[in-house]
């Protein structure tokens, strides 16, 4: 009898040996796993902590190059002007020099269309040349215009309109402007015209 107690007391106690070797092994492998998600999800924070290191350079490096063009935007000494062909030709971009050649402040001007500054008639020309650059893709160049500054004085520009096409959908995002003053080159032009005709005149009657 005693004999028949220890076996079975000993198959009792090798059977929760061998369930505490399972479950012991089962723990490991489970650990085991653990440790796997655990480097998984280090290399993944790792990855992501280079991505966002990588995305905060390029926007760095993005706002400098901006700052940068937006400086020499405004310390170019030529009128430089750009419209939302997207939105009623709103005035989006006035640098410096324009400003000045117009008599007009960014503040006057940003978030207006040309009718909202101009004689109607003056706006009209300059609407369906807008119009045209952008509808068709294609820049122009415009010799000799007139136009009036905010203190109804008369200028005379020479004009180039450039469409900035959207690479995603193919259409126009904006219509560019550079504007040479060429107010003080007409005048010297029609003075010394005059000049001559009248030194004809003056020629032709003393002959």
């Given amino acids: 009898m005693t004999t028949l107690k220890n076996t079975a007391q000993n198959e009792k106690q090798q059977a929760e040996l061998h369930r505490l070797q399972q479950h012991l092994l089962a723990l490991e492998t489970e650990n085991a796993l653990l440790k796997q998600q655990l480097t998984v999800h280090e290399h993944q924070h790792s990855t992501l902590q280079k ?7 390029q926007l760095q490096q993005q706002q400098q190059q901006s700052a940068f063009l937006h400086q020499i935007i405004e ?8 419209k939302n062909a997207r939105h009623q030709f709103r005035i989006d971009l006035w640098n410096h020099a324009a400003e000045q050649l117009f008599k007009l402040p960014k503040s006057a001007i940003l ?16 609407l369906a040349a807008d119009t045209h650059v952008c509808q ?16 109804n004085e008369i200028v005379f520009l ?21 504007c040479n003053d060429i107010t003080q080159e007409k005048l010297i ?16 009657d003393t002959i």
């Fill in 75 to 82: 310390q170019t000494p030529v009128a430089i002007f750009a």
């Fill in 51 to 57: 991505n966002i290191f990588d995305l905060n350079t």
């Fill in 158 to 178: 020479h004009t180039q309109k450039v469409p900035v096409i959207n690479p995603q959908d193919g259409k126009t995002d904006f219509l560019l402007g550079i």
């Fill in 111 to 126: 978030g207006k269309t040309t009718h909202d500054l101009w004689p109607k008639e003056e706006a009209d020309v300059f």
């Fill in 136 to 151: 068709n893709q294609v820049a122009i160049n415009i010799p000799e215009e007139i136009s009036h500054t905010a203190n």
């Fill in 189 to 204: 032009k029609e003075r010394d015209a005059c000049q001559a005709h009248i030194l004809s005149l003056i020629m032709m």
